[in-house]
């Protein structure tokens, strides 16, 4: 279990980190001002908009948006949260994970309903959606898991792995 637990800490370690850059700088283009965004992140957008045919992304329904808002002042501070505690091996990140998961999870059936239901989403634009209904569910599965005693902390040895000596 211990193996397991690692493998997924990194997976979503990984993952996490995409989140932590992505969602202000390309998510947040569809709540926020588009001035306040540099010109290449702007044109990063209206290219994936164009070549998935996100119409989400362009179009701003009042129900994405809301999604949007509760990624960046939800979701994204647990991603940055859940990083930390991957990399220094703290024991809450069962707790950031399971928030995070749920949240994602919640949000990503209301997108994913709406595209299928709606019959506008190509199955490029499904195939860029599916990924993050995955890691939300891992990200739960993280949350239900014990914390294993020696973590796989990026730095310094965790308290818990540390033998005391006499």
């Not at 990140?93 to 949000?107: D, E, F, Q």
Request: charged fraction near 15%; proline fraction near 5%.
């Amino acid at each position: 279990m211990g193996a397991f637990v690692k493998l997924l800490d990194l997976l979503l370690f990984v993952y996490f980190l995409l989140i932590a850059i992505v969602a202000p700088l390309f998510d947040g283009q569809v709540a926020l001002p588009k001035h306040i965004f540099p010109p290449v992140l702007v044109d990063l957008k209206s290219w994936y908009t164009q070549q998935y045919g996100d119409y989400l992304v362009s179009e701003k329904p009042h129900f994405f948006v809301g999604l949007i808002w509760l990624e960046l002042l939800f979701a994204w501070p647990l991603s940055v949260l859940s990083l930390y505690a991957i990399a220094a091996g703290k024991s809450w990140i069962k707790t950031t994970s399971l928030m995070y998961g749920v949240s994602t999870l919640t949000a990503m059936v209301a997108i994913l309903s709406e595209m299928k239901n709606s019959e506008r989403a190509s199955d490029k634009l499904l195939m860029i959606y599916y990924p993050f209904l995955g890691f939300a569910i891992l990200a739960i599965l993280r949350g239900l898991l014990p914390h294993s005693g020696k973590s796989v902390s990026i730095g310094k040895r965790s308290v818990i792995g540390r033998k005391k000596r006499a």
